[in-house]
């Protein structure tokens, strides 16, 4: 089955500055790769994705990059807030809808 | 478009005790799905239904646990007996299907157990 990665599991960072998580997956027939904010106590939200036929996608401070050769996709939060700690969750989904998560980042964004 | 139902949102029980949680996904959305969410972990699948079918149970402990979806809409999820390492959030997501993806989350049921 897929096997999905996560790194760093907790990430600090200077508001302002620039945040990256990193995620490695296994499995070449998962096509879709959506990342999650989950703030405390809260539901995972979908803040952004990406499909396997594209290489980047952007949306205001959050983009995506996938790297299908590799197996490996990133989200890039630019000119962070305070409102953007939480713990963000990648994952890889293929055709079935079968969704695998990684084992999340703990985003601290400090003032 | 309403979100993802869930309740109750939270249960507090005893060992041994039973459990039950019920979700309502979005309307039209073919594929559902129990998660469970231990602090500090991702989302552990549990059980996927495509309509009214099982996709994947794999995870799902079935001497204690069972799920259903009779009528293709609404899915219950329930713990009998339940055990102190059954203390998570439980949530149920829903996605259109057919290969579509976008998996949205409902706010979740914590259950205490004591």
């Known amino acids: 089955g897929e096997n999905v990665e996560q790194h760093p599991s907790t990430l600090s960072v200077q508001e302002g500055d620039s945040a990256v998580i990193k995620c490695t997956y296994s499995?070449?027939?998962?096509?879709?790769f959506p990342w999650y904010k989950q703030e405390l106590g809260k539901r995972p939200q979908l803040i952004i994705d990406i499909r396997s036929n594209v290489g980047e996608k952007k949306d205001q401070r959050i983009a995506v990059t996938l790297n299908k050769t590799a197996k490996h996709f990133s989200l890039h939060i630019t000119e962070t807030q305070p409102e953007d700690s939480a713990v963000y969750f990648c994952?890889?989904?293929?055709?079935?809808?079968?969704?695998?998560f990684g084992t999340g980042t703990s985003l601290t964004v400090i003032p | 478009e309403a979100g993802v139902a869930q309740s109750p949102r939270y249960k507090i029980i005893e060992k041994r005790q039973s459990v039950a949680f019920w979700c309502n996904p979005i309307?039209?959305?073919?594929?559902l799905y129990w998660y469970q969410q231990i602090l500090g972990q991702g989302p552990k699948l549990l059980i996927q239904f495509q309509n009214n079918g099982v996709v994947d149970d794999s995870q799902l402990p079935k001497d204690r646990f069972s799920a259903e979806r009779l009528k293709g809409v609404d899915s219950t999820l329930k713990i009998q007996p339940a055990k102190l390492e059954d203390s998570a959030v439980y949530l149920c997501?829903?996605?259109?299907?057919?290969?579509?993806?976008?998996?949205?989350f409902g706010p979740g049921t914590r259950l205490t157990v004591t």
């Open positions: 499995d070449s027939a998962s096509n879709y």
């Open positions: 997501a829903s996605s259109p299907g057919q290969g579509r993806g976008e998996q949205y």
């Open positions: 994952a890889a989904s293929n055709t079935g809808n079968q969704f695998y």
């Open positions: 309307s039209g959305h073919a594929t």
